[in-house]
Nanobody, 121 residues
Framework: QVQVVESGGGLVQPGGSLRLSCAASGTIFSINGMGWYRQAPGKGRELVATITSSGMTNYADSVKGRFTISRDNAKNTVYLQMNKLKPEDTAVYYC???????????????WGQGTKVTVSS
């Protein structure tokens, strides 16, 4: 079995910062890419940032220069440092892990349960 668990959401004022964490655990052979997605009320899920196993990153235009994704391969953990937060960043943030399972050596996507981020004064 595989689990993906996020943490670090909460309420923050505009201009503030938050750091999200996401850990993948279980019978994992290897992890390919990891990333963060978000879904605002009444909207679809959108990509925020992704990072490959070698550290290559990709960001949505709306967060470039404000958010930083990083990863600790030894801990199967990905982080999202969010600075200069805006009210429009309010959403549920989901972690995704694309990984190779140990029991069948097949690649699959796993999602966390989501962590809520609210940016408001």
């Amino acid at each position: 079995q595989v689990q993906v668990v996020e943490s670090g959401g909460g309420l923050v004022q505009p201009g503030g910062s938050l750091r999200l964490s996401c850990a993948a655990s279980g019978t994992i052979f290897s992890i390919n890419g990891m990333g963060w997605y978000r879904q605002a009320p009444g909207k679809g899920r959108e990509l925020v940032a992704t990072i490959t196993s070698s550290g290559m990153t990709n960001y949505a235009d709306s967060v470039k220069g404000r958010f930083t994704i990083s990863r600790d391969n030894a801990k199967n953990t990905v982080y999202l440092q969010m600075n200069k937060l805006k009210p429009e960043d309010t959403a549920v943030y989901y972690c995704n892990a694309n990984l190779r399972r140990s029991w069948d050596r097949r690649d699959a996507d796993y999602w966390g349960q989501g962590t809520k981020v609210t940016v408001s004064s």
